[in-house]
C-alpha cells in the first residue's frame, strides 16, 4: 500500500533515489517551465491513527518494492 508518509522529498531527489537503486547510469535533465512550482502536503493524522503503527522509511520501502519487482520479472 503506498501512503503519504511524514518524510517531505522532492521529485527530483525521487529519482535520484530511483536511479542509485536501480545501479543503472542515467542522466537526469528537469525540463524547465514558466509554470510555478507547487508543493502538496498531505493530512496523513488519520491514516496514522488507525493503520500504520509503524512507518515503513522512504529508502527501505523503495529497496524492497525494487527487490520485489526484480524477483517477479
Known amino acids: 500500500m503506498n501512503l503519504a508518509g511524514s518524510q517531505k522529498i522532492t521529485i527530483a531527489e525521487l529519482v535520484n533515489?530511483?536511479?542509485v537503486l536501480s545501479g543503472?547510469?542515467?542522466i537526469i535533465e528537469a525540463?524547465?517551465?514558466?509554470?510555478?512550482g507547487k508543493n502538496f502536503i498531505f493530512n496523513n493524522s488519520k491514516m496514522k491513527?488507525?493503520?500504520?503503527?509503524?512507518e515503513t522509511t522512504l529508502?527501505?520501502?523503495?529497496a524492497e518494492e525494487w527487490?520485489?519487482?526484480k524477483k517477479i520479472q
Open 24 to 26: 543503472k547510469s542515467s
Open 59 to 62: 529508502d527501505d520501502g523503495l
Open 31 to 36: 525540463v524547465r517551465t514558466d509554470m510555478p
Open 49 to 54: 491513527q488507525w493503520l500504520l503503527k509503524n
Open 67 to 69: 527487490a520485489y519487482m
Open 17 to 19: 533515489k530511483l536511479v
